[in-house]
């Protein structure tokens, strides 16, 4: 995009020129979408936003989130019934 090109856009959009110019742009050339979305989230399309989708990506690549919220439940459901019991018993 051109000097001229831009100013004709930041003409017609005001503030949201950028905004808009780089969302666009990243739409048009097939980033990720959950990247897109961050960036939409975020207002634009920035370094700040590549580098933690990147960070965060390797994060989860290395420490993936297991949580079996299930048995969490379950195994406290079955330690208050075991009390109850043995309180019951006695």
Known sequence: ???TQWDNLAGKLGDYAFSI???A?????RVPIDLLK????HGHICSGCISGYAMSKTLYMYYP???D???????????LYDNWRARRIR
Do not use: C, G, P
């Open 1 to 3: 995009m051109t000097e």
């Open 21 to 23: 110019a780089s969302l």
């Open 38 to 41: 961050q960036a939409a989230s």
């Open 69 to 79: 919220f299930f048995n969490r439940i379950s195994n406290r459901i079955d330690k």
């Open 25 to 29: 742009n990243a739409w048009a050339i």
């Open 65 to 67: 989130l297991i949580v």
